[in-house]
């Protein structure tokens, strides 16, 4: 691997899906904890491999010949070539000295009853437990129901949750994020196709709704979905029947539905952005997740339960001081429990001896003005201003996050800064160029 590029390694272990880095060569050059996780595969033995077994053109050096970012549903091998569905984006990354790479985040699609959290779910404010009551009233019912709430505060968890307490636990519990349905891809993607009904389609295939039978579809973010794709959600829920594309079989499956978005559709649907009639067949029972600044009583529980998790990787106890606490209690969270956990996550590979110090503590800046308004409590920490933030792959504001957490700790010191990063000034110095931090 490069030198110049992933010094930063550490910095894909904050992302906390599955992330995968490829080299324009079309081999794989890093990967983190998460993938390895998901796939069962240890990173020695992937690192260097094609990113593809496939002949011919893959999606990977289409973005290499096009530069165009991607998403979609791929399938990929996991350890004992059990085949896996993904909800995929690829974007290109330039490192420090312009060379290209590719950044590939990738969540599982499905899982089986065994593959779910059974860590579960943690809090004991009084929010979380009338939360709790309230998912287990929806796993007992089989209303559609709808989960709102912020970035990170547990949507996809409480929908698991649902799931593993329902009459459906057994059947698979498989992840629809309509993000990455644009309008070409949402009704191959959910109603599945026919072999030849549209250029590409080599092959029939079943659709999301097909792979749920008897189990769940968490359709994530569902205020992303293109209103044009709305109608043909509505007419599959509402007469429990679809058809894939190209085809004239009529199919039905026996799925629970379970949808989730951090946006006001209630508003969505005043804007004429979301349909009113598939707004009251979604929202039947609606469930508000709290922010975690609602919740604060809930830190000390969660922070303990990170640092296990982290510490089990690590093979290190870890814990963290009162400062280091206090810390963590007087932040705004804006990003919830994943700002949380990336910050810990973080903070437990700074930390000496294994205890967390409040210098260990870097908050991640969220972009957009809810983060700016949220932030409190920090005033220790001014926030980094990320310029350009929309311009950046998530990687990228990652790094320059972390980067900016440094110039504060070391009040722009550029020798200590790299020093803490292990590399050189120079290099140093076209990052912070590059991510406009100078
Ligand atoms: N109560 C909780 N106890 C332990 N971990 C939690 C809890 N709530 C959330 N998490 C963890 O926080 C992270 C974010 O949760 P999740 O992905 O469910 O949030 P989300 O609201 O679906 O986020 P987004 O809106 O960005 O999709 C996950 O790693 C999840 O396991």
Known sequence: MPQSVFKLESLLETHEQPFMVI?????????????????????????????????????????????????????????????????VRGYPLLDADGRLYLGESQSLLHKKSDEIHQAGMVGKSESFLILKTKLQQAAGIQAPVLLLGETGTGKELAAEFVHRHSQHAQGEFVIADCTVFGDDLFESELFGHEKGAFTGAASSKKGLFELADNGTLFLDEIGELPVSQQAKLLRALESGQFRRVGGTTTLRANVRVLCATHRNLADMVRQGRFREDLFYRLSVFPIDIPPLRDRKQDIPLLVDHFLKQ?????????????????????????????????????????????????????????????????????ADVPPVHLENAENMTPLEQYEASFIGSLIRKYQGNRKLIAAEMNISERTLYRKLNRLNLN
């Open 23 to 87: 080299s324009a060569d079309l081999h794989v050059l890093a990967v983190n904890q998460a993938w390895e996780a998901a796939f069962g595969i240890a990173r020695e033995t992937q690192i260097g491999k094609p990113c593809c077994e496939q002949q011919g053109v893959c999606r990977h050096q289409r973005l290499f010949q096009t530069l165009e970012p991607y998403s979609g549903i791929f399938e990929a091998e996991g350890r004992g070539k059990d085949k896996k569905l993904l909800n």
């Open 310 to 378: 982290f510490g089990q990787l690590k093979g290190q106890h870890l814990t963290i001081s009162r400062e280091g606490l206090i810390k963590l209690i007087q932040h705004g969270w804006p990003g919830n429990i994943r700002e949380l956990k990336n910050c810990l996550h973080l903070a437990s590979g700074l930390c000496g001896g294994g205890i967390i110090q409040p210098a260990d503590i870097h908050f991640m800046r969220m972009i957009g003005e809810q983060a700016e308004s949220l932030a409190s409590g920090s």
